[in-house]
């Protein structure tokens, strides 16, 4: 009975060494998973923190991409947990400032080739109700426009699209058709306007 005691406690203890050396390499396999975890996160923030990109739609797509691999990437270890994450925010918050600042870049530039298509469009309408061009006929103003217009096509080819572009096209061009048509019609309703302008 001794000895059957004892084969039974020895398989006992042989099976419980077994369920806790399995337990203790999970535990490790786990710690290692971790370790390689802040690794994967490690670099994530380093990607992030390297952008410089000066398109929006690439910069919302590297973010984006970065924050689906952040997502997928399993558990820290509990104490440098804290660290990475804050690291990430901040890498994330430097890409939203850069979205940001290329935003604003683009609404300041919009701005300055509107104001810059206005300035040509009265360029030409001046010209067309000028009393020079009356005198001299409009061969010699067009000769002259040429810059203008050549500065036109180069700004509308990298204008956005817009209600308020499409109106100043519809300007200029009436206004550059009067000119080569010595429109005086469009005239007289050019210096009609002037007042109200």
Known sequence: ATHASFIKDSLFRASCDTV???????????????????KLKTLLCEKLELINEKNINELHQLRSSIE?????????????????????????????????????????????????????CQVVEKTLTSIENQENGNH???ENLIDVIKEWEQISS????????????????????????????????????????
Do not use: C, M
């Open 20 to 38: 806790f050396a399995k337990r203790k390499q999970v535990a490790e396999s786990n710690d290692a998973q971790r370790l390689e975890n802040v």
């Open 68 to 120: 689906d691999e952040w997502k997928e990437i399993g558990s820290v270890p509990r104490e440098q947990e804290g660290v990475v994450e804050r690291r990430y925010q901040l890498a994330v918050q430097a890409v939203n400032e850069q979205i940001e600042n290329l935003r604003n870049l683009e609404k300041q530039l919009h701005s300055a080739q509107l104001l810059r298509k206005i300035v040509l």
């Open 140 to 142: 010699s103003a067009s």
């Open 158 to 197: 990298t204008t956005s699209k817009s209600k308020l572009h499409s109106a100043l096209n519809v300007r200029f061009k009436t206004a550059q058709a009067a000119l080569e048509n010595n429109d005086l019609d469009y005239v007289i309703q050019l210096q009609k306007n002037i007042p109200l302008f």
